[in-house]
């Protein structure tokens, strides 16, 4: 018995009775057409029978619409799915795009970090032409120290010439100093030997 309530009610559908009614409008249909009434009774029976078929058909008309309305509605459902991952494969493409957009960025922010400290780095020294002027500066000097350099080497080979001179001079003069004195000292001796005789 709960088998066959089981079975109806899986038939039924959704439970409004769909199949009772059809059940009961073949079963007043077959009475009808074996009725042996009075016509009556029989026209009665033929309306109940006309209301019965126009439940089912507006049951059946209800559930083609609510089946329509599905329908619509897993197509619906198939197209919001589509979007969702539509947007879903966007938003990916978005974010790997983002990801390239931010390491882009770290490279800048590097480099710039890189070109500031080097541009403090050039900061320190001076341009090319203050360069350029110190070294010309820098030449003129040398050149001047080279020319004192030279001037005072000429100098100093000038006092050592005169130097030498004056040593052979003063060697001369010594010389010459020992000969007066020896000559004096002969003069003397020939003079006392002189007296004594």
């Known amino acids: 018995m709960d088998e066959v309530i089981r079975k109806r009610l899986l038939i039924d ?10 059940n009961v409008l073949l079963k007043s249909f077959t009475k009808w057409c074996n009725s042996t009434g009075s016509p009556e009774e ?5 309306q109940r029978m006309l209301g019965t078929l126009s439940q089912c058909e507006f049951s059946m008309g209800k559930t083609l619409l609510v089946y329509d309305m ?3 509605e897993m197509e619906n459902y198939e197209k919001d799915y589509k979007d ?3 947007n879903i494969t966007s938003a990916h493409e978005k974010i790997a795009e983002c990801k390239k957009e931010i390491q882009r960025a770290k490279r800048i ?11 403090k780095v050039i900061q320190q020294h001076p341009d090319r032409h203050e360069t350029l002027k110190q070294l010309e500066a ?14 005072v080497e000429d100098k100093l080979e000038l006092r050592k010439k005169q130097f030498h001179v004056l040593l052979s001079t003063i060697q001369e003069l010594q010389q010459t100093l020992e000969i007066d004195e020896k000559s004096e000292n002969d003069d003397t001796h020939e ?3 002189e007296n004594g005789d």
């Open 13 to 22: 559908g959704d439970g409004a009775g769909d199949d009772r009614r059809i």
């Open 42 to 46: 029989g026209v009665i029976q033929y």
């Open 70 to 72: 599905n329908l619509k």
């Open 84 to 86: 969702i991952e539509q």
């Open 109 to 119: 922010r590097k480099n710039r970090q890189e070109y500031d400290a080097l541009a």
């Open 138 to 151: 820098l030449d003129k000097e040398l050149q001047q120290l080279s020319q004192i350099k030279e001037n």
């Open 191 to 193: 003079s006392s030997m």
